[in-house]
């Protein structure tokens, strides 16, 4: 595992290959060591690290969270308080947007059940999509 060609750790950590490229060039991966014929050349610590770039994109981290993260992880003595506040500006976020989904869920059981199956003219699903601020009156903004 000392020396994987770019197509080995993409299946290896299971991700694609413009994915590393891009990494590399934004620099959450180093730009690795390439052979004479200009192939990328990978080891472990490349393997550690886009593992840890994955799992905290699975997790839904941007970015430059994932930056952050990084650096901390370089600094083993350090406090995590740090790392816990990247952690913790993302859960809100979460949060938030759960909260947003929970609306949204509401908003469409409501439109459903208003439905009649009746005519297209008298469908309450297009009456409700047409007027918009009549279901942001009657339940509440949904953004």
């Known amino acids: 595992m000392t020396d994987l060609s770019i197509g080995d750790l993409s299946r290896r950590v299971a991700v694609k290959v413009p994915t590393i490229r891009y990494y590399e060039q934004i620099g959450l991966l180093h730009a690795p060591p390439r052979t004479e014929g200009r192939q990328r050349r990978y080891g472990p610590d490349d393997v550690s690290r886009l593992s840890f770039i994955r799992h905290a994109r699975d997790l ?19 406090s995590c308080h740090p790392a816990d506040q990247i952690v913790l500006r993302h859960l809100e976020s979460v949060e938030r947007r759960i909260a947003q989904l929970t609306l949204l869920r509401s908003e469409l059981r409501h439109m459903l059940e208003e439905c009649r199956h009746g005519p297209m003219r008298e469908c309450r699903i297009i009456q409700v999509l047409a007027d918009h601020d009549q279901c942001r009156h009657e339940h509440g903004k949904v953004s």
Do not use: N
Not at 60 to 78: H, K, Y
């Open 60 to 78: 839904g981290f941007d970015v430059e969270a994932i930056r952050e993260l990084l650096s901390l992880s370089t600094q083993p003595d350090e």
